[in-house]
């Protein structure tokens, strides 16, 4: 059996049946499954069950991307904490007393501080007021979050190897925004090859679409298992 692809499959599914099945087909080849907050907001824990056992124990990626005052994100942390995420997202945006305060609440979990999101360009940080440009903006909140306690942190890879020379080995690097060669964008601004994000210092790729929206997806996942695999 070749080695698990450093991948999380995102489950963002319209029922648990389909996301339970999709946690199945790609379970023998990728290392993660990502439950986002469509997903978890209709499913809840279910849905973290279901992506753990039907893909045969893989490592969830809880992704709920939390942002609110300290003593909330502390709450919410702790409201999730039984589920035993590998992974829990919060926005870096928040401040560094935000993320301590997740940190606190998850000693198991690698709390992933996001960046900025992949589907904003550089004009749509300006209209939020977000100092740019994305890459300077990345490297300042993964600093911050790292500094904060964060253990991983979620950048684009376009951002990845900036980032990289951030925050120094031993943080992991969590890039959404990845498509094979010729796969569509979608709603995606700043995007890469599987191949290329982790050339560029990525230690998991998120990839949704390209994998659960193809006819086969297992065929697509060990496609895509394969080819990282020889790269």
Do not use: N
Request: glycine share 10%.
């Amino acid at each position: 059996m070749s080695p698990l692809a450093p991948v999380a499959v995102a489950l963002d599914g319209p029922d648990l049946v389909t996301v339970t099945a999709w946690a199945g087909a790609a379970g023998p080849y990728v290392s993660t499954m990502k439950v986002g907050l469509e997903t978890f907001l209709r499913d809840g824990d279910a849905a973290v069950r279901a992506a753990r056992e039907a893909s045969g124990g893989r490592d969830v990626f809880l992704d709920l991307k939390l942002h609110d005052i300290p003593t909330t994100v502390a709450g919410a942390a702790r409201s999730v904490a039984h589920l035993e995420p590998a992974y829990l997202t919060v926005h870096a945006s928040g401040g560094a007393a935000m993320v301590r305060a997740a940190v606190a609440e998850l000693p198991a979990t690698r709390v992933a501080a996001v960046t900025v999101l992949t589907s904003l360009s550089e004009d749509d940080l300006a209209a939020v007021g977000l100092l740019g440009p994305s890459l300077d903006a990345a490297r300042r909140l993964a600093a911050l979050a790292v500094g904060a306690g964060a253990l991983a942190v979620v950048c684009s890879p376009q951002e990845v190897a900036a980032v990289r020379a951030e925050v120094g080995d031993g943080i992991v690097l969590i890039t959404p925004g990845v498509r094979p060669a010729g796969a569509a964008v979608g709603d995606q601004s700043r995007v890469a090859t599987p191949e290329q994000a982790l050339a560029d210092g990525a230690d998991l790729l998120v990839i949704g679409r390209p994998i659960t929206g193809a006819p086969d997806v297992a065929v697509a996942a060990a496609a895509i298992a394969g080819a990282l695999a020889h790269r």
